[in-house]
């Protein structure tokens, strides 16, 4: 008897998943990095500014755990517009004399 190429119980492919989840990853990091370079920030206001992504993205996946579906691009789109903010907030305020 021939084997079926598809069989019914076989767990379905994760490399759309995958790729999805990857470029949703790359092109955050990418326009974050983008306006980091684009800022005027001092090393100690970047330094504030990365950890508060880390924090961001840290709360990102329970965040998601508990969402019926899996909206990974709009969180993260919510995580960059806080940074930006933040960016923005920090481009504003004095550097205390502190160069970076």
Known sequence: MAEQPNKPNSPPSLVPVEAGLFGAL???HNKAVTLLRQSSLNNEKLDLVAERIKTLLDNVTPELMG????????????VYEEVQRLVAELSCSPDDGKAG
Do not use: I, S, V
């Open 26 to 28: 790359f092109g955050f």
């Open 67 to 78: 969402m019926p579906q899996l909206n990974l691009m709009q969180r993260l789109e919510d």
